[in-house]
């Protein structure tokens, strides 16, 4: 006989919680013939590249619903009636507005928080509330997590990274406070041991995450989940089976990244291992895996995702680019180096393209995880080369819930204000902004 089971309910063991998906047994007995109709919670990713984009091969030429792909967009085509490409907006705050160089650190601190950084090295770093968090102010009490912050690159709080700001900013998207910069977790493992580990009797979260590098956490719940499975039904059992093999299977991909980087397990009393940085494309892939998990197990609602640190040098030498990545940004115009930027933006694309693909397999309420989804892709660079902060490239995939309608290239007014698009996507989170930074209003146009 199928119980009605808690949408809290978690898979407990030694210093464990596995949370669930969404399951049949969760919803009330009057909603389980509507599925289509069931509301699932929205949830809201914004996902940051850094040096600007190679903007010939991704602004599309055509507006509205009939657009044609560019070639840096290409890997987006199984998701075109989910994606709207924005263009048109600008982070006015990311100019130098009388502050001289430093387009870099500009950029990605004005980015989510529509304020100007105070140009300094110091300690007395400003700039202001990310939307991100004051999404969280308003509906981080909803879940475990009020939000969760992961990056490929690291950051430092002092020292000067660009032209006298400080590191700070060309390192954080996510500002708690004017001065409170949200430090981002770049080690999936940590980041999987965080969602899933519990503060037990003493000790217990502690055993979990030194065991949890030898052990799977699907060894720890085991027998909370048999028990569960007697009370679900089949649809319930279908659903529970894909999502701990996906588990599983996220757990032997971080294993034998950390194999092929040589990177050592984490025995008693030995630090745990550092972030895995030389394969960028699992980097990434793990990293998205983890936001997706979060978002299907309704862990957390927010998330931020940078891709890399702006000013990032890193090359790509899994395409075959050898040469840093802001060092190919500042092309001159030579065609080999744009090239080369394109090929570097595609593969971003393409990693993009792997997590949306994760999202929309996920079935919640009758709908795909992405339908619920507000992901917005994008940088506070332009053209790399130039260095502008309009125009910017702008993505905006999922549906929100059913509140915006996709698959159709936008094009807004010159210097049109980022904040108008923050906006409305804080209302459809349900938080309660009037204004932001430098908003003229909520951006129209994404209804259709």
């Known amino acids: 006989m199928n119980l009605h089971i808690d949408r809290r309910t978690a898979l407990r063991g030694l210093g464990a919680s596995l949370a669930l998906p969404l399951l049949d047994a969760m919803l009330p007995s009057s909603l389980l013939g509507a599925a289509p109709g069931i509301p699932s919670p929205r949830r809201l990713a914004i996902l940051y590249v850094p040096n600007g984009i190679h903007m010939e091969d991704w602004k599309p030429k055509e507006t509205g619903a009939n657009f044609t792909l560019p070639a840096t967009l290409k890997p987006l085509e199984p998701f075109k009636d989910q994606l709207l490409v924005l263009s048109g907006l600008t982070v006015d705050k990311a100019r130098p507005n009388g502050d001289g160089p430093g387009d870099h650190a500009r950029a990605m601190s004005a980015f989510l928080t529509g304020c100007q950084p105070r140009k300094t090295a110091g300690a007395d770093i400003k700039v202001g509330i990310s939307m991100d968090q004051l999404a969280v102010r308003d509906i981080g009490h909803a879940t475990k997590f009020p939000s969760l912050e992961i990056g490929t690159e690291g950051g430092r709080q002092a020292g000067s990274c660009d032209s006298g700001y400080s590191c700070a900013y060309s390192s954080t998207i996510s500002w708690r406070g004017e001065a409170s910069p949200v430090a981002k977790e770049t080690n999936p493992r940590l980041v999987f041991q965080r969602l899933f580990s519990i503060a037990g009797k003493p000790g217990d979260a502690a055993a979990f995450r030194q065991s949890a590098y030898r052990r799977s956490l699907l060894d720890f719940v085991a027998e909370d989940a048999q028990a569960l499975k007697r009370r679900l039904g089949s649809s319930d059992l279908r659903k529970l089976d894909e999502y701990l093999t996906g588990v599983r299977e996220i757990e032997q991909r971080m294993a034998r990244l950390e194999k092929a980087e040589d990177v050592p397990g984490a025995p008693e009393g030995v630090t745990p291992p550092p972030a895995v940085t030389k394969n960028m494309r699992e980097h990434l892939r793990l990293l998205g895996d983890m936001m997706v998990l979060a978002f299907q197990a309704d862990l957390t609602r927010v998330c931020t995702f940078v891709f890399a640190n702006e000013g990032s040098n890193r090359p790509y030498r899994e395409i075959g680019i050898s040469e840093g990545h802001h060092d190919l940004s500042h092309h001159g115009r030579k065609p080999e180096k744009m090239s080369k930027i ?25 709908r795909s995880l992405l339908d619920s989804c507000m992901i917005a ?72």
């Not at 933006?345 to 393209?353: M, T, V, W, Y």
């Not at 693909?357 to 996920?362: C, F, G, P, Q, T």
């Open 342 to 366: 394109q090929q570097i933006n595609h593969f971003h694309i393409e990693q993009l393209a792997y997590v949306l693909s994760r999202l929309k397999s996920i079935q919640e309420g009758g």
């Open 377 to 448: 892709y994008g940088s506070g660079n332009g053209d790399g080369n130039r260095h502008n902060h309009d125009d910017l490239p702008i993505l905006l995939l999922g549906r929100g819930g059913g509140t915006i309608k996709s698959g159709r290239h936008v094009v807004y007014p010159r210097n049109t204000p980022l904040n108008n698009l923050w906006l409305s996507l804080l209302d459809r989170m349900g938080a309660k902004v009037d204004q932001f930074g430098d908003s003229t209003g909520r951006l129209p146009g994404l209804e259709g």
